[in-house]
């Protein structure tokens, strides 16, 4: 069963250290640190993807700035409480950590592959240029009962495919992580600039649930 469940989001990142580990959390004993990855994408551009790891993976107190790593793990969403309310942060869980010399142009440096349930109606709409998109946001279960919410975006015909999408419907989506900045309003005078994390999709269709 967990096997089954660990199937079900399935992250590979590869890319530059930018920054040294900060402490994250623990759970049994087990600490957990950050680290932010800059991932390239095709065109000039690039992503800044955070990445958990375990202290049982890697030593978090060495600092790996500049060096390259490829990461196998998940997406794993959680709701942080702050402002009167909760917000969700992202980040690639690391289950496997492994540091190359190089990046071959060939090498997949960013896919994901999702397999959960829509959570929430899709907002389709278009751009002032006319470009379809929907947003979805995915329930992906994890075991022992708790679930990752991952919020993904679709363009041109994926994006009218999913703005038919019912809520509790399964649904598989491969794509791409992707960082992006926007300016978040706090009061009428205080702007803050932030980084949402959602999934690119590249692919999807609608699964039957097996139950």
Request: proline residues 2%; glycine residues 6%; negative net charge.
């Amino acid at each position: 069963m967990t096997d089954k469940v660990i199937e079900n989001n399935q992250v590979t990142v590869m890319g530059e250290i930018i920054s040294e580990f900060t402490y994250s959390h623990e759970i049994f004993g087990e600490g957990f640190y950050m680290v932010n990855v800059r991932v390239q994408r095709l065109s000039e551009s690039y992503d800044i993807i955070p990445v958990m790891v375990s202290e049982r993976l890697l030593d978090t107190s060495a600092n790996y700035i500049g060096m390259l790593i490829c990461v196998n793990g998940q997406f794993r969403s959680y709701n942080r409480h702050e402002e009167r309310k909760n917000r969700l942060v992202l980040s690639v869980f690391a289950r496997e950590i492994e540091f190359v010399d190089e990046m071959e142009e060939s090498s997949k440096t960013n896919q994901i592959y999702l397999d959960g349930f829509i959570c929430k109606e899709p907002i389709y709409r278009k751009t002032p240029l006319g470009r379809e998109i929907a947003d979805l946001l995915l329930a992906v279960n994890r075991p022992y009962g708790k679930s990752d919410y991952i919020p993904c975006i679709c363009w041109g015909r994926n994006a009218r495919y999913a703005s038919n999408f019912k809520v509790g419907e399964r649904c598989a989506i491969w794509g791409r992580i992707q960082s992006r900045e926007y300016m978040k309003k706090l009061d009428d005078e205080t702007v803050e600039k932030r980084v949402a994390f959602e999934v690119s999709v590249s692919k999807l269709e609608l699964l039957q649930d097996e139950e």
